[in-house]
């Protein structure tokens, strides 16, 4: 059985008189403890599978099984329970509260979480005890992004969401996020879905998700994924 | 974007953000409102005023004549410049009867009909019934509350005057029926003024025709000026103008009155100078009588002194001779005591030295025995001493013949031999040998040759015998020795005794001289001692016998000094008898000059000084009218400021905050090549538009609402008939211009902000304000303390300054409006101090005057009934008290109690702030608070009030007491009658009742009111009841207020939460991603809002209670004064409106948060 498994989902988005199907019959599967890379042109829907496979969203057909839990019949209560126990979710733009230090930040979500790890632990783990009383403006970008991730994996979620976590960073930094990723990934059995514009960066998912007009339009699996360290893009 | 794509964007923004936009809407119609509205009141309340009197002709004088007006008067007043229209008539104060029981006091005016044809002639009635009086018997009377409910059209009325009157001596008939009810431009507010019958104010006031009036003179004038139809009446124009005639008015006034009285003063002063003479005189007479008795008493009074003292000193020099008379006695005493007891000791001195003699001879006999003793034993031991002699010698010549024996011996041991003879005569030449021995010797010697032996044996034998007799001798002769020598010790003792007894006899030979001598003299002196108490003796039974003697002479030498006293002082007091008696006489006739006196100087204030010339300001309620209106306008002017400056501050940040949203908007547009104009257009109009609208909308209520609403509310208390409201111009350009302008210039300013910035700049996110350590945080065990939410709460609170600020300013002026308006609630709130704390008493009741004596005894009417626990009586009237220079005068209750002490049963007079009791004297008179204020007079200043008669009178001022409703002066007895120079003539009579809750108080008042000499009774809480009716108009104003800022307090919050949201939204998207349950959501925005709001709470309790402050100031009324504090309950009424507003809203705002969409909020970068 698939740890998680999408069936035929649909999202539409009413406009008025026109509605846009952000998503149109997805359907896939990831194994617990997977490196998913989700790719695709913009538009494609990726932020869309994301979003609902986060709980932050709902969907309008078909649906979405989590642990062999169908969260497109959970309800707002639920999806709530959900996305603090279960999910990590890493945004493109960092979103951090620029009002709390990068340790406030991760504190942020350790202190709702079930079972959290310990913040500092997780701040050297991404390299930044030493950073951990700044605030976010007193940080580069690369530095905001390992502090969301951090924020992100404090929670100890199941699932991990990565909308495009190297957006915004330089070649150098992305790299070095992405192998963070990967190295938890390996190390915790956390499952990790990253989405991302780049191909090259495909060789390293074990499951590979290509998305387009809403719909998965080649789906990979990738036996022997390769560590970040040897792709060059 | 063509002008079409325009109007699209802008009105999708306004749908889009309706709720802000008509937040803003709803805030400057509420605060334009508010303020216009406010403001409006003022003008449309002397506006209405202004129609009133304009359509009903007021008349801008009213001149009264004590004496009347003459033909000539009338004609004089007409010429004088400015006069326009001349209108004169009766008018007379009576007692009105209706239907048996109640009688009220009553002005009847003249009516001629003739004066108003045309709607001309002046004060035209407002009929509100029936119709103005026709024919004779007719009457009109007033709509006010002091009529009997009862009295209708149609009801028959009885009128009469004060005993000693007759009525008939000024109207007509007694009897008239009610055929109208009216209003009178005249009376405006509650008041009827006063009079000079009864108790002295007027209930209400009723017109008559003029053909029933039965008087000689025309005693009133109305007057109207060339003007009176052009100015405002309460303008300072028209009271400029209306100056400019008075003036004349009154100075023809004192002339007309000159002319009719001015012999009559002159001869009543010269009376009084006579009168004054004459006391003086007498008094002086009488002083001079008084003097001499007083000398010749202080004459007596020093003799008597004298004669005391003298008796003092002779009786101390008496009892000083006494004295030591008994000293003497007993030093006497005691010296024969000494004697004797000296004789005595002599007696046994004379015995012991007999002793001592007999002792002494004695001794002698024993010494000259011991010396025969001694001799003999010198004797004996002289003897002893030859025969120790002779025993040594012998042992001596013993000695050397054992010696000569020895050598003899070694001689012939030795060898050669001695002959015989050498032998022999050795032998012999030896002394001490014994003959026998000798012989033996020789013998011996003999056979020599023979036996050497023998000789040698019997030398031998004899040393050995010579040793041993020596041996012993020696012993014998030392024992002897021995002997001697203790004989001769013993003898030399006994010498030495002797010779010391001897000289101890010697000795004591000589002390017993001694002490014969001595006994010999202490009898001899003895002897004398005897003497000088036989002497002694003497002299004290003489002194005895001088001291009875002195005694006996000062006895008589006081009585006599005493008789010749009492003979004094009888004379004495038989001259007091007489001076008495005269001064009784001389007293009471001053008495009753003085009494002469003070009529003429009465009867001298009493003649006029001239006409009262009245204007407008003298009207019952004209002058208070204006005052309450500029009250309103004293109010209007900070409170609405206040009010919309709190919505301008709140629409501000809002448009702010539109603007800062639409960031990225504006820097497309900018990219895309849109100038300034053309961008910042959309939020000018939007600003406009809201603004524009909520002013119009404020506008269109707020000139209606508030202005009617108060002077629906102040209709209570003026009976304007109509009450116009009309918009403003002035004050709406006012508001609409502000309004507009602070939301426009404010969106302007925000736009053009924005528009500084690059393009890209714009359309780059924002960089996110950076987050900061706050001061907190550097006190670490506090900060180390806070739970982690409440860091940041503590960190969101203090970062975002210019949003702390807002939400606070904004809630401060909330809670401060809502404590103000509570506050004024409790300041107007004051009958139960007046009621309960001040005025202890419960009930007055008025007396007729007129009435003997005997029917108006209070022990007969009150003393006599069951419920009553106690009384007072009182003067009580009502006097006018005048503002210096000025002809302003506020109505006061002058009150006169008989009794000063009792008094304080009834009334508890104090100073508010001190608290200190105030106590009436006789050196002026106790205000209380307002009138002080009113009449700008402080502790110890004076002022002046004028009687129902028009008399002026100054009084000083005591004391300044607590007081809320009314105004009084109260006085004592003694005061009065040095004031007034009259003894008090007591009206009235305040009393409590001894269970006020369970009295049946109409039964109660019948009693009393059946008593002729009773015309009425009140209790106070009637008055309360009353007073607090008017009071609620004034609940009603503050309703209003209160209510507006509540709506203001809502609609502020809610635009804050709400920009606290949007301006948060992304940062609430991210905790909810994170797993923030709604709650937690919540609470996570909530906890700042409501710190916020604590702080604004308590920000704006402070200064509410300023604001508090400032309002009662400007809005007392001049009849009251309002309490100065705010209750406890206010303050938390006001706290927990205001939070109750804030989680109103926050409750409000909790379905926005719930539905803050993550994935959009998210999406973008703002
Ligand atoms: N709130 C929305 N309203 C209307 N349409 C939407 C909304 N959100 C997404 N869409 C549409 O859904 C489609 C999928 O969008 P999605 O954000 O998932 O794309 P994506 O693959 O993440 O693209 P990108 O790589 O540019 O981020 C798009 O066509 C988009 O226009
Ligand atoms: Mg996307």
Redesign the pocket.
């Known amino acids: 059985m698939e740890y998680i498994k999408l069936d035929n989902v649909h999202?539409r988005?009413k406009?008025g008189e026109v509605t846009?199907n952000?998503?149109n019959g997805v359907s896939f599967g990831i194994d617990k403890g997977d490196f998913a890379i989700v790719v695709?042109?913009?538009?494609?829907?990726?932020?869309?599978?994301l979003?609902l496979l986060g709980g932050m969203d709902s969907l309008d057909e078909g649906s979405i099984s989590v642990d062999g839990k169908n969260i497109a019949e959970y309800n707002q209560k639920m999806l709530t329970e959900y996305r603090r126990n279960d999910i990590g979710f890493v945004f493109q733009f960092y979103n951090l509260v620029q009002n709390l230090t990068a340790k406030e930040n991760v504190e942020l979500a350790t202190q709702i979480s079930t079972n959290p790890l310990d913040v500092e632990h997780v701040l050297e783990m991404v390299g930044l005890k030493d950073r951990m009383n700044n605030f976010p403006s007193q940080l580069s970008g690369g530095e905001q992004q390992r502090v969301a991730i951090a924020r992100a994996l404090a929670k100890n979620p199941k699932l991990l969401l990565c909308?495009?976590p190297t957006g915004a960073l330089d070649y150098m930094t992305g790299k070095a996020i992405l192998k963070l990723l990967q190295d938890t990934c390996n190390s915790t059995g956390m499952t990790l879905v990253v989405?991302t514009?780049n191909g090259a960066l495909t060789g390293m998912g074990e499951k590979i998700i290509k998305?387009k007009n809403?719909r998965v339009s080649e789906y990979k699996i990738n036996k022997n994924p390769i560590p970040v360290e040897r792709i060059e893009w | 974007m063509g002008q079409n794509s325009f109007l699209k964007d802008l009105v999708r923004t306004i749908y889009k953000t309706k709720a802000r936009f008509f937040s803003i809407l709803a805030i400057i119609a509420i605060g334009v409102g508010f303020f216009a509205g406010i403001n409006a009141t003022q003008p449309d309340m002397l506006l209405s005023a202004e129609k009133y009197f304009k359509e009903h002709n007021l008349s801008d004088f009213k001149i009264i004549s004590p004496l009347g007006f003459r033909e000539q008067d009338l004609e004089e007043i007409s010429k004088i410049r400015g006069v326009k229209d001349i209108q004169w008539g009766y008018s007379k104060d009576v007692f009105l009867n209706f239907g048996g029981a109640t009688s009220s006091i009553v002005k009847i005016f003249s009516f001629d009909a003739d004066d108003f044809i045309d709607s001309k002639g002046q004060n035209i009635p407002l009929i509100r019934e029936g119709r103005m009086p026709q024919r004779p018997g007719e009457m009109a009377i007033e709509y006010g509350i002091n009529v009997p409910k009862e009295l209708k059209i149609g009801s028959k009325v009885d009128l009469y005057l004060p005993e000693g009157e007759n009525i008939k001596n000024y109207i007509k008939s007694r009897e008239f029926t009610i055929t109208g009810i009216i209003d009178s431009p005249l009376y405006i507010n509650l008041e009827r003024g006063q009079t000079n019958i009864g108790n002295g104010s007027i209930d209400f006031f009723a017109y008559i025709i003029e053909k029933d009036f039965n008087m000689d003179r025309y005693n009133d004038v109305f007057i109207s000026t060339n003007e009176s139809k052009n100015l405002s009446p309460y303008s300072n124009e028209y009271k400029e103008y209306i100056a400019s005639i008075k003036k004349p008015l009154e100075d023809l006034g004192k002339r007309a009155i000159e002319e009719e009285t001015g012999e009559l003063k002159e001869e009543l002063k010269k009376g009084m100078e006579e009168l004054k003479r004459n006391k003086e005189k007498a008094e002086r007479e009488l002083a001079k009588g008084e003097k001499e008795l007083l000398d010749g008493q202080r004459e007596i009074e020093e003799g008597e002194e004298e004669l005391a003292e003298a008796r003092i000193k002779y009786i101390k020099e008496l009892e000083d001779g006494r004295l030591e008379l008994e000293k003497g006695k007993k030093d006497w005493e005691k010296g024969r005591e000494a004697y004797l007891e000296n004789y005595e000791k002599w007696l046994e001195g004379y015995a012991e030295y007999n002793q001592g003699v007999e002792k002494l001879n004695n001794a002698k006999l024993q010494l000259d025995k011991a010396k025969i003793e001694l001799d003999q034993g010198e004797m004996e031991l002289q003897e002893a001493k030859a025969m120790l002699d002779e025993g040594k010698n012998q042992l001596d010549i013993l000695e050397e013949s054992i010696v000569q024996l020895k050598n003899l011996r070694q001689i012939i041991v030795d060898g050669p031999s001695l002959s015989q003879e050498e032998f022999n005569g050795i032998v012999d030449n030896i002394d001490g040998l014994p003959k026998e021995v000798k012989v033996a010797l020789k013998e011996s010697y003999k056979y020599i040759v023979e036996n050497p032996e023998g000789v040698l044996v019997v030398l031998n034998m004899t040393i050995s015998r010579l040793e041993e007799e020596l041996a012993s001798g020696k012993k014998e002769y030392e024992k002897g020795k021995k002997e001697f020598e203790d004989g001769l010790r013993k003898l030399n003792e006994g010498k030495e005794l002797y010779k010391t007894s001897l000289k101890e006899y010697e000795a004591g030979l000589r002390e017993l001289r001694a002490a014969k001598v001595e006994i010999d003299k202490g009898k001899s002196e003895l002897d004398k001692a005897k003497t000088l108490l036989s002497e002694n003796n003497f002299k004290i039974t003489q002194g005895e016998k001088e001291l009875e003697q002195g005694r006996i002479e000062l006895e008589k030498s006081l009585e006599e000094g005493q008789e010749k006293l009492i003979e004094a002082r009888g004379e004495l007091s038989k001259g007091w008898s007489i001076y008495n008696k005269e001064k009784e006489e001389a007293l009471e006739k001053l008495r009753e000059a003085e009494i002469d006196i003070r009529d003429a100087q009465r009867k001298i204030k009493e003649i006029p000084e001239g006409w009262f010339v009245i204007d407008r300001e003298g009207n019952p309620g004209y002058g208070d009218y204006n005052d309450d209106a500029e009250r309103i306008g004293a109010v209007a002017k900070v409170f609405p400021l206040f009010f919309f400056l709190v919505a301008a501050l709140v629409c501000l940040t809002t448009m702010t905050r539109m603007i800062e949203e639409e960031r990225s908007q504006i820097g497309t547009m900018k990219a895309l090549g849109y100038n300034t104009l053309a961008i910042s257009s959309k939020y000018l109009i939007y600003a406009l538009l809201s603004s524009l609208v909520g002013a119009l909308v404020g506008l269109a209520i707020g000139f209606k609402l508030f202005p009617i609403a108060i002077m629906n509310a102040y209709g209570i208390m003026y009976r304007i008939p109509e009450r116009i409201a009309i918009y403003h111009y002035d004050y709406g350009i006012i508001s609409i211009l502000l309004a507009v302008f602070t939301t426009v210039s404010s969106s302007l300013l925000a736009t053009l902000q924005e528009l500084k910035s690059t393009p890209a700049m714009l359309l780059q996110p924002k960089a996110p304000r950076p987050g900061k350590r706050i001061l907190m945080e550097r006190i670490t065990p506090l900060w180390k303390r806070l739970s982690f939410s409440h860091k940041v709460t503590a960190r969101n609170i203090f970062r975002y300054k210019r949003r702390f600020f807002m939400t606070v300013i904004g809630i401060a002026g909330c809670t401060a409006l809502l404590l103000a308006g509570f506050g004024i609630k409790d300041s107007i709130d004051i009958l139960d101090v007046q009621f309960g704390e001040i005025f202890t008493y419960d009930g007055q009741i008025i007396l007729d005057t007129n009435k003997e004596e005997g029917k108006r005894d209070l022990e007969e009417i009150l003393g006599k009934e069951r419920e009553v626990d106690s009384y007072i009586r009182a003067l009580n009237q009502s006097v006018e008290a005048l503002v210096k220079d000025s002809d302003r005068s506020y109505n006061v209750n002058l009150l006169v109690p008989e009794n000063t002490e009792d008094f304080k049963e009834f009334f508890d007079l104090h100073e508010r702030v001190t608290k200190k009791t105030l106590d009436l004297n006789s050196k002026g008179v106790i205000i209380t608070e307002k009138l002080a204020e009113l009449l700008k007079i402080k502790l110890g200043d004076s002022f002046e009030f004028r009687d129902t008669d028009n008399i002026r009178y100054e009084v000083e001022v005591k004391g300044i007491a607590e007081n809320y409703l009314s105004h009084y002066i109260y006085m004592s007895p003694e005061y009065y009658d040095n004031i007034v120079l009259k003894d008090p003539l007591y009206n009235g009579g305040i009393f409590t009742v001894k269970d006020i809750n369970n009295l049946d108080k109409n039964n109660f008042k019948e009693k009393l009111m059946a008593h002729e000499g009773v015309l009425a009774t009140f209790f106070i809480d009637g008055i309360a009841k009353e007073v607090h009716y008017s009071m609620d108009s004034l609940d009603y104003v503050i309703m209003i207020i209160v209510l507006s800022a509540g709506a203001l307090a809502f609609l502020v919050l809610y635009n804050l939460t709400n920009i606290n949201i949007t301006e948060r939204i992304r940062e609430i998207a991210t905790i909810k991603v994170l797993g923030f349950r709604d709650k937690e959501v919540a609470s996570y925005v909530y906890r700042e809002n409501l710190i916020l709001t604590l702080i604004g709470t308590f920000v704006g309790l402070i200064l509410g209670v300023f604001f508090h402050k400032y309002i009662i100031a400007t809005m007392e009324i001049d009849e009251m004064m309002f309490g100065k504090n705010i209750s406890l309950l206010s303050y938390i009424l006001s706290i927990v409106l205001t939070i109750i507003f804030s989680i109103l809203v926050n409750i409000f705002m909790y379905h926005k948060l719930k539905n803050v969409n993550m994935?959009?909020s998210l999406?973008s970068i703002e």
């Open positions: 999202k988005y406009m846009i952000a998503l695709g042109p913009s538009g494609a829907g990726k932020t869309t599978v979003n909308d495009e989405i514009h998305m809403g | 994935v959009e999406k």
